[in-house]
Antibody
Framework: QVQLVQSGAEVKKPGASVKVSCKAS????????LHWVRQAPGQGLEWMGWINPNTGTTNDAQKFQGRVTMTRDTSITTVYMELNRLRSDDTAVYYC?????????????WGQGTLVTVSS | DIQMTQSPSSLSASVGDRVTITCRAS??????LNWYQQKPGKAPNLLIYAASSLQSGVPSRFSGSGSGTDFTLTISSLQPEDFATYYCQQSSSTPRTFGQGTKVEIK
C-alpha cells in the first residue's frame, strides 16, 4: 500500500535551517510528483512547491523562493524539503503529498505531517 | 495567483442534514478543483477530484459539482464522522492555492 512517512518533529531557532524528509513506499517512486504543503497552527493549508522524483526538477511558490530547497534520493525513495533562514511564522506542520496524475493533479496520499517549531 | 474563496467559513448542522459548501475561484479553472477533508491533528484526505469525481473509498454521500469559477461540495446526509474542516484546492496552475476552509460543527 502507498505510504508517505515523514521525519519527526523539530525545534529550531530563528535564522536556522530545517530539513524534513518524506519516505515513499508501495508505488513506483519516480512515477509521481511529490508536493509540500504546510499548515500554521489553527490556520489553513499553504502550498509550497513540488519535486519530480524522476528528474529532480522542482517548482516552488514565489513566497519561498530563495529559502526552500527540495531534493530527492532515488536510492532510498525519499524526498527532502529544506527551509532556510527560519522565522517564527514558519512554525507549522509540514506535509508531503503525492500528486496522483499530471492530468488532474490532485493529491491522493499525504504524509502524517512534521511539526516544525521556530522559537528562540 | 488564483484566489480561492470558500463559504461559509463555518456552519453548524445536525446528523442527517444536507450540507452544501461553495468555493469560488478568482478566474476560470475549468474543472481543476479538488476537495479535501481534514480532522484535527490529521493530514487532509482527498474526497473529490476534477470537480466531480469521487475518490475511491469515499462514501457516496459526498458529491461535487461546478466548473469555471463556481464549485460546490455537497454532503447529502451528514454523519457523525463528517464533522471536520473542508478545503477546496485549484490544480489549474501554480501556486496550487487552497480555500481558507469550512469548519462543519455539530449543532
Amino acid at each position: 500500500q502507498v505510504q508517505l512517512v515523514q521525519s519527526g518533529a523539530e525545534v529550531k531557532k530563528p535564522g536556522a535551517s530545517v530539513k524534513v524528509s518524506c519516505k515513499a513506499s508501495g508505488y513506483t517512486f519516480t512515477g509521481f510528483y511529490l508536493h509540500w504543503v504546510r499548515q500554521a497552527p489553527g490556520q489553513g493549508l499553504e502550498w509550497m512547491g513540488w519535486i519530480n522524483p524522476n528528474t529532480g526538477t522542482t517548482n516552488d511558490a514565489q513566497k519561498f523562493q530563495g529559502r526552500v530547497t527540495m531534493t530527492r534520493d532515488t536510492s532510498i525513495t525519499t524526498v527532502y524539503m529544506e527551509l532556510n533562514r527560519l522565522r517564527s511564522d514558519d512554525t507549522a506542520v509540514y506535509y508531503c503529498a503525492r500528486m496522483a496524475t499530471v492530468t488532474t493533479k490532485h493529491f491522493d496520499y499525504w504524509g502524517q505531517g512534521t511539526l516544525v517549531t521556530v522559537s528562540s | 495567483d488564483i484566489q480561492m474563496t470558500q463559504s461559509p467559513s463555518s456552519l453548524s448542522a445536525s446528523v442527517g442534514d444536507r450540507v452544501t459548501i461553495t468555493c469560488r475561484a478568482s478566474q476560470s479553472i475549468s474543472s481543476n478543483l479538488n476537495w479535501y477533508q481534514q480532522k484535527p491533528g490529521k493530514a487532509p484526505n482527498l474526497l473529490i477530484y476534477a470537480a466531480s469525481s469521487l475518490q475511491s473509498g469515499v462514501p457516496s454521500r459526498f458529491s461535487g459539482s461546478g466548473s469555471g469559477t463556481d464549485f460546490t461540495l455537497t454532503i447529502s446526509s451528514l454523519q457523525p464522522e463528517d464533522f471536520a474542516t473542508y478545503y477546496c484546492q485549484q490544480s489549474s496552475s501554480t501556486p496550487r492555492t487552497f480555500g481558507q476552509g469550512t469548519k462543519v460543527e455539530i449543532k
